[in-house]
């Protein structure tokens, strides 16, 4: 533990940021690969690199990486359908026409190939902007304008869907620091330019493709964003007040946070992007407000009322904007940023409970989100649902035994756990199922998962990491940083279950390792790690 803090204490910059470059991945690779074709002799020797990076991905990563991999330098492949159907079961239901219409204008990108669309029949769910938030509509601007040029259907395409995506590309920077929708953009403004109507969009093709390629990584690949350096920060900060970090050094974590808060009240994931979302406007309050960093006032209340902005009818808290489909895991997080106030948001913890309470899928998880491992929403509820100081909310205490039961009855043989059922072991996420196991009596199970998690620790201090970071859902991406970060929060949660040193003696009464209470009393004492 003390390797994991000194490690990450080192990644603080002056400033007070933790920052991690998001790796290359597939998607972006190819998507950029394809966009060079027939480019200017300058951006040779970066299509070489992408071809290089992903030669090297031909027989590794998922299935939809390989079947990515071989369109691109095959020349044709196919999207099964039994692949397709998987990919989207791996996405909220809410999603399932978008990613659909993605999936396919992905197809027809990589491989040339528009006979899938020669009868195209679009579906009106998949392209509808009401409730989306600003990445989403331009996302799916792209994708519908790059499918109706395929399918020779120029009454899709709408003066302001042009607007919409070349406002994206009029800024000093990739728009947003998502370099995937960057390159969507381009694509698609590219296909406009073959219709007289979108002449003269090809100086802004050229630039917004010299724009993307400063992105492009040592190995040759191009990552999902710029950075995840606000999620980073947030999510570091809490690791390390738990784990003990000076007072000074959280000071300056605190105080990068605040400045990063935007006008909205909210915080996003990058410095680089302007749209907010829950989870990281969570994660940030909660470090502002329970580790010991004095925070102005200010900056909580507007990040509370950014919370409650989004709040569903349901009592449950989307990712992005309001009227948007409330989520499991950003309920957990939402409510927790409220649990150190709890007499101030009492109706808000009542009705966001109730709503986890019935989220709650038979075998004890949860539905997806934005993390490949399904532990990652499990431990946020159960660490929400054993605050101190909870409103009384029938079936929540039975949510948690469930949680807590599934993680048991799922531990696998080396002590860690998968990112789903029958998966081996990785160290985020078994971080994420030692917190869970943390809320009850049995010490066996943590200590199993410590011994996974020290077995794999490298001398520097670092574990090695698994992409499980998601975006677009239901794709992974890598931050190798966060392993490192949920581990040492998991290891403090751990360590808050040991008694004092003083009392750690022959004769000295056992650590009581106290199941969850449902009456508000706090499952971990000692702290709130």
């Not at 809320?439 to 201090?461: E, R």
Request: hydrophobic residues 40%; aromatic residues 6%.
């Amino acid at each position: 533990m003390a390797r994991l803090r000194a490690r990450l204490t080192a990644r603080v910059g002056p400033e007070g940021a933790i920052r991690d470059r998001c790796r290359s991945r597939v998607l972006e690779s190819a998507l950029a690969w394809k966009l060079l074709d027939g480019a200017d002799a300058d951006t040779g020797q970066a299509r070489e690199r992408l071809e290089h990076y992903l030669r090297g991905r031909w027989n590794g990563g998922d299935a939809l990486e390989q079947v990515m991999v071989a369109a691109v330098l095959g020349g044709d492949a196919e999207l099964p359908k039994t692949l397709l159907q998987r990919t989207l079961e791996r996405a909220p239901s809410f999603t399932e026409a978008r990613k659909r219409t993605f999936l396919q204008a992905l197809m027809i990108v990589l491989t040339g190939d528009a006979r899938p669309v020669g009868e195209y029949r679009p579906e009106r769910a998949a392209f509808a902007l009401k409730g989306l938030h600003p990445w989403a509509a331009v996302q799916v601007t792209a994708v519908k304008v790059v499918l109706a040029v395929a399918a020779g259907r120029r009454d899709l395409v709408e003066p302001g869907d042009v607007a919409r995506l070349t406002a994206t590309q009029r800024g000093p920077r990739t728009w947003e620091g998502n370099v995937l929708i960057h390159l969507w953009v381009l694509h698609a403004l590219r296909r406009l330019t073959g219709w007289e109507e979108f002449r003269g969009l090809e100086q802004l093709v050229a630039t917004g493709t010299a724009r993307v390629l400063e992105h492009q990584r040592h190995d040759g690949g191009l990552p999902f964003v710029t950075d995840v350096d606000t999620w980073c920060t947030a999510t570091g900060g809490v690791a390390l007040a738990a784990a003990g970090a000076p007072q000074v050094l959280l000071r300056r974590v605190g105080g990068h946070l605040a400045r990063r808060q935007l006008l909205d009240g909210g915080w996003s994931f990058t410095d680089h992007a302007a749209v907010t979302d829950v989870d990281d406007t969570a994660v940030a309050l909660q470090f502002l407000q329970t580790c010991g960093v004095t925070a102005p006032s200010r900056v909580v209340e507007l990040g509370w009322q950014t919370l409650a902005r989004v709040r569903g009818t349901d009592g449950g808290y989307p990712t992005y904007v309001s009227g948007a489909p409330s989520e499991a895991s950003m309920t957990a997080a939402a409510l927790d940023a409220l649990t150190p106030q709890p007499h101030r948001h009492v109706e808000a913890l009542r009705t966001g409970l109730r709503f986890l309470v019935g989220q709650q899928q038979a075998d004890g998880s949860f539905p997806p989100d934005w993390s490949a491992s399904r532990w990652h929403t499990v431990f946020r509820v159960v660490l929400v649902a054993t605050r101190p100081g909870l409103p009384r909310v029938p079936g929540a205490g039975r949510m948690v035994e469930r949680a807590v039961r599934l993680a048991l009855d799922a531990q696998n043989a080396d002590g860690g756990w998968g990112q789903q059922e029958g998966d081996p072991s990785d160290p985020l996420s078994t971080a994420y199922g030692l917190i869970t196991v943390c809320a009850q009596d049995g010490p066996q199970p943590a200590t199993a998962a410590a011994q996974y998690l020290l077995s794999l620790q490298q001398p520097n201090g670092t574990l090695p990491s698994a992409p499980d970071s998601i975006g677009p859902r239901p794709l992974v991406f890598n931050v190798p940083l966060l392993t490192d970060i949920f581990a040492l929060q998991a290891l403090a949660h751990l360590a808050c279950r040991f008694p004092p040193p003083d009392r750690a003696r022959p004769d000295a009464p056992r650590a009581v390792i106290n199941p969850p209470r449902y009456d508000g009393a706090p499952a971990l004492p000692g702290g709130r790690p």
